[in-house]
């Protein structure tokens, strides 16, 4: 009997400390990324909003994408980015990287106007596969809009569960949810920019005609 109650003490001892335990992704972060990727968003489907296919589909020189070209690479990071949060989301807890990683948050948010162009990863790439613009923005929205879902509802602990890469990335090797999503947020705001440079361009197609 005494043995009986030392186990269901035991028990209702790791429930208590389960439901109590203190958290170190605050609900400020969490609404940090919330805003972040819808503004990220608004900004981008603004950029995009009354142009044509001529004006879509231009390209400054052979070298460089097209407005099309770049809404495809954003959709096809925002999906990478659905399926890193859902599938890392149930990996074990790391509390031995978190003082490791500190600080790497400005360094993702710095990406925004980092003036060191790096080429996209294979899977990155845009193939083309999107002809018109609405096709291209429901592959942006669906994700996009999935991940916002996932941030605003998830039970995981943001600081706790990490991404990691190889030896040679750098501040890029290890970085919690919280960084990483931060990452995509910078890298949507970057690549609107990039947009608004195409449209700067001496012979972008000015007219407006649908």
Wanted: aromatic residues 12%; glycine residues 2%.
């Amino acid at each position: 009997m005494k043995s009986l109650f030392i186990i269901s003490a035991l028990c209702f001892s790791v429930v208590s400390f389960a439901q109590t335990k203190h958290s170190l992704w605050t609900e400020k972060e969490r609404q940090f990324l919330v805003e972040g990727l819808q503004s990220s968003q608004s900004d981008f489907l603004n950029e995009l909003t009354g142009l044509t296919q001529k004006q879509i589909h231009f390209k400054p020189d052979s070298a460089k994408w097209s407005i099309a070209e770049v809404a495809e690479h954003l959709g096809i990071y925002d999906e990478l980015l659905y399926w890193d949060l859902l599938n890392n989301q149930y990996t074990p807890e790391m509390p031995e990287w978190v003082e490791k990683v500190k600080g790497v948050d400005s360094v993702m948010v710095a990406y925004t106007t980092d003036p060191i162009k790096l080429k996209a990863p294979f899977v990155a790439q845009p193939l083309g596969r999107f002809e018109t613009k609405a096709d291209l923005l429901a592959y942006f929205n669906r994700f996009r809009n999935e991940v916002i879902n996932l941030v605003k509802e998830t039970k995981a602990d943001f600081r706790l569960h990490f991404i990691f890469r190889s030896e040679d990335a750098g501040v890029w090797r290890v970085r919690d949810l919280q960084q990483y999503t931060l990452l995509w947020i910078a890298h949507t705001q970057r690549h609107t920019n990039q947009i608004k440079s195409i449209k700067a361009s001496a012979n972008y197609p000015k007219q407006n005609h649908r």
